[in-house]
């Protein structure tokens, strides 16, 4: 894929997540790695809101140049370019990363289980399948973020303690697509548990292999999720993509 439907994927996600109300203020932050690195990437800047990115706007984080570039926090979060540095460094397949505060994946994280039961079929495509950083230790500065780099192993999701959520994949479709459908099983759980009624949770059975049902879908519903989303937005602002 060109760099530019890249850019152009990466800020439709952008303005699709603020209009879910997943997105906390200006604090949160994407990435995308270039098409031919592991290493260089595009992040948000300081101080934009999700709802006006455009791929214009996506700054490049070079490796060669990211200590020069910490030196100007006002031109990109320095949490965004530890927390997204770190990871792309270290683990290849995650070309994107998307880190959120969202409600409900916030709350899954302040709870002193934060494990998601398999209770319904988008809670049961992550089973087994999230990794939990449980040692939160203050804002993603350099020490925090390497933890987050050596926790994550080789899931796609990683859930952080007394934090949020951070998801990844080989292309912002499927970054995006993991998001949305492990903040959706959160919203099911913690309005579950709201009711204080007994849980019916599968068999390990079950869940392991609706999982494997969702892995082995026979098209690719994270790409056709993001095709209707920018659908949407080029009918409605086709800006994002300036």
Not at 48 to 66: C, G, N, P, R, V
Not at 121 to 147: H, I, P, T, W
Not at 180 to 193: G, N, P, R, W
Request: glycine letters at 4%; a negative charge; aromatic letters at 8%.
């Amino acid at each position: 894929m060109k760099k530019s439907e890249i850019l152009n994927d990466l800020a439709a996600v952008f303005r699709w997540t603020a209009k879910l109300n997943m997105h906390e203020g200006i604090a949160n932050h994407f990435s995308v790695c270039l098409p031919d690195s592991n290493t260089d990437f595009y992040v948000n800047g300081s101080g934009m809101h999700f709802s006006t990115i455009k791929a214009s706007d996506l700054i490049l984080i070079e490796q060669s140049k990211i200590e020069e570039i910490k030196k100007n926090p006002d031109l990109v979060d320095p949490t965004a370019i530890n927390i997204h540095g770190a990871i792309h460094k270290k683990i290849p397949y995650a070309r994107c990363i998307l880190h959120v505060h969202s409600k409900y994946a916030t709350a899954l994280s302040a709870l002193k289980n934060p494990t998601l039961p398999p209770i319904d079929q988008n809670s049961m495509r992550f089973y087994n399948r999230v990794a939990v950083y449980d040692d939160f230790g203050g804002l993603g500065f350099e020490k925090e973020s390497n933890k987050m780099a050596a926790c994550i192993g080789n899931h796609r999701t990683m859930l952080l303690a007394n934090h949020g959520i951070l998801t990844t994949g080989q292309t912002v479709a499927q970054a995006f697509d993991e998001l949305y459908y492990f903040e959706k099983a959160c919203e099911t759980y913690i309005t579950t548990l709201s009711t204080n009624k007994e849980l019916k949770i599968v068999t390990p059975e079950i869940a392991e292999k609706t999982a494997q049902d969702w892995e082995n879908y026979p098209t690719g519903l994270g790409e056709l999720h993001l095709k209707a989303i920018r659908s949407i937005l080029d009918t409605e602002d086709s800006s994002y993509k300036e």
